[in-house]
């Protein structure tokens, strides 16, 4: 029950985020994964095969002039994008709503790789590759703060890592997908669908997604206390119609001061003030996991064509398997971190994941192995980096305040790409392109301490997270208001 407000804002007492944990999985659940989790899976099929048909841009007959060297701005590009809309996306979701963020942020992608489809110079390429790496970087932030929202506490952490793990789904579909484009379609004809293609499977996600509500803890937060009340009794009216049977009772409630909105510098103050532990455990999980993704993904093609002969046509099956070993991770030992822990299993993942990384750089420079044994080691060592790279996101989703959820996955997300998926690609790539296999022996070390120190820093700074409702993890601002509580 919610209580002390009739208008304006006033102080609340509610009891919605216990009457969300408390609820069974049900079928607003799976709409709740069809809905947001979805697009991780569209993403991945994008970038796969437009990675896969990018180098058609640059052969005759093509319907655009581009050089290799254009072919990676528009890369530069869309990494860029996605961080400026992480961040600008990020702040808007927690000032203006989680619903109405994911609607306009996928409605952006959508529009802006349909018209990516039409491209007819350097500049309109470039233009649109921004545009979409915004609706990415927005879709990040909005989605991964309304899921942990409407998920119950119980099934929080292994439906996160399953839903961001869902991304190497369509990595795989997508790498299959390329050989039709590549093969199948005129030179002309092939990349434009593979942007179109993104625009389409979008479409379908947005008819699911309409159908979702906006976060309850939100609305109460920010004065709408009777929606979220009444978006509350329609998601336990359906699941109690499903089960047949009435709920349980709601165990605890949380005292509110409402407020429009939190200016950013008490944002920046409870960050760096509060949790300084938190902030150097989220730097640290995202810039190992974006150092070695983004070096291993971007250069795995070219990696297996110069030192393994591996033919450009057949890099799509091996990178097949990589999405395989990469999806698997999150979806068979997600359960584990609502059992065992977050803080084990983050810091097993990681750590495990650097050790494995290490022993590839051993054999890399001891032993001549086969490009069947380089992938078997690769899919081994990323089926322990996926799961703690999901658990990354989710980590930084569950440990700040309500206020600030979307804003912090934001914030992480920038600097984790900034720093490491730029610097890791760019030192893997002139490793690779020395042709001394030593050398990219040592971009593998580099890799493993990056993911080692992530490791470390959640042994050292990591937050019990599992079981517990959001609210307990990181009590809202406006509830520390009112109590003058400080959290570690």
């Given amino acids: 029950m919610t209580e002390g407000r009739t208008r304006g804002l006033g102080v609340i007492r509610t009891s919605i985020p216990a009457r969300l944990d408390r609820m069974p999985w049900s079928r607003f659940h799976w709409m709740v994964v069809l809905g947001l989790g979805t697009v991780w899976i569209l993403d991945g099929m994008e970038v796969t095969i437009v990675g896969a048909v990018a180098s058609r841009m640059t052969e005759k007959g093509s319907g655009i002039d581009l050089s290799s060297a254009d072919i990676g701005v528009a890369a530069a590009i869309y990494v860029a994008g996605a961080c400026v809309g992480a961040l600008l996306f990020g702040q808007l979701t927690d000032r203006l709503g989680r619903r109405r963020m994911f609607m306009f942020t996928l409605g952006l992608y959508m529009v802006a790789t349909v018209a990516t489809a039409f491209s007819f ?12 790496g915004m609706g990415i970087g ?6 991964n703060s309304a899921i942990d929202e409407l998920i119950p506490k119980r099934n929080r952490g292994r439906v996160d890592l399953a839903i961001n793990g869902s991304y190497w789904v369509g990595a795989a579909i997508g790498s299959v997908a390329a050989l039709a484009f590549l093969n199948l379609l005129p030179t002309g004809v092939g990349w434009r669908l593979a942007f179109g293609l993104g625009g389409v499977l979008g479409f379908a996600i947005l008819l699911t997604r309409r159908h979702l509500p906006e976060s309850p803890r939100w609305l109460f937060i920010h004065g709408h206390d009777e929606e979220a009340e009444r978006v509350v009794d329609e998601i336990e009216a359906r699941v109690r119609e499903e089960a047949g049977e009435e709920l349980p009772a709601a165990e605890g409630s949380i005292t509110i001061r409402q407020r429009h909105a939190i200016p950013f510098r008490e944002i920046a103050e409870m960050a760096f003030k509060r949790y300084p532990g938190r ?10 996991q974006a150092f070695l993704y983004n070096a291993v993904t971007f250069d795995l093609g070219t990696l297996l064509h110069g030192f ?40 097993g993942t990681y750590l495990g994941s650097a050790a494995l990384c290490a022993g590839i750089a051993v054999v890399l420079m001891n032993l001549d192995p086969s490009a069947v044994a380089f992938m078997a080691m690769i899919a081994v060592t990323f089926f322990l980096a996926s799961a703690g790279a999901s658990a990354a996101y989710l ?6 305040p309500m206020e600030t959820r979307a804003l912090a996955i934001a914030l992480f997300f920038a600097i984790g790409t900034g720093v490491g998926g730029i610097t890791g690609p760019l030192l893997f790539g002139s490793f690779i392109d020395s042709g001394d296999i030593n050398l990219v022996a040592v971009g593998f070390i580099i890799g493993a301490a ?21 609210e307990d993890i ?14 570690a």
């Fill in 121 to 132: 110079d350097a500049w309109y390429l470039f233009a649109m590759r921004f545009l979409t």
């Fill in 138 to 143: 927005g879709e990040y932030a909005a989605i």
């Fill in 279 to 288: 902030m150097v455990l989220g730097l640290a999980l995202f810039v190992g």
């Fill in 308 to 347: 393994f002969d591996v033919s450009s046509g057949s890099v799509p099956y091996f990178t097949a398997v990589f999405a395989v070993g990469n999806f698997l991770g999150p979806m068979l030992l997600g359960h584990w971190f609502d059992r065992v822990g977050r803080i084990p299993m983050i810091a």
């Fill in 395 to 400: 980590t930084v989703s569950e440990i700040f």
């Fill in 450 to 470: 990056a993911m080692a120190l992530g490791g470390i820093a959640e042994l050292v700074f990591g937050v019990k997270a599992e079981q517990q409702s959001l």
């Fill in 474 to 487: 990181a009590r809202p601002l406006t509830a520390e208001e009112e109590t003058g509580a400080a959290h």
